[in-house]
């Protein structure tokens, strides 16, 4: 028996560390702007990190990355996830090298769980003005 897991979290970030007695997530550089200084670019690293509740059973699990402008779908991950029951919380992290952003705009991170879309997040990427907005990094 299948249900539509509740997402609690859904989060763009630098890196996910998970500590290895615990097993808490540390989430490091939370972001949802990049800039960049020509198009197409390559973000070198990130890391989508999700966690859900409210589901049973096994069910795949879908990360999906399109481009707002024309829906085109440029990344697909897809695997399974296993929630014990409904008071189950399941973390998952993606951790993504190279990702290809085409053009200026803005783009979306989709998590299908059981066919269902259970969240999305956006994510902005901008070309550098011809001066850095005071404050963000040369990488970023």
Known sequence: MSAKPELLV?????????EAGTGKFSLIGTFNRLWAGQFPCVH??????????????????ELRMLSDGDMNVLIRIEGRIRFSGPMDVVEVKY?????????????????WVG??????????????PAKPPEGVPEDR
């Open 10 to 18: 859904m989060a763009l970030c630098d890196m996910a560390l998970q």
């Open 44 to 61: 070198p690293f990130m890391t989508v990190f999700a966690s859900l509740t409210e589901g049973r059973g096994e069910q795949p699990i």
């Open 95 to 111: 951790d993504l090298h190279n990702v290809r952003f085409p053009r200026e705009g803005a783009y979306s991170f989709e998590l």
């Open 115 to 128: 066919g269902h879309i259970v969240g999305r997040r956006r994510l902005d990427v901008r070309r550098f």
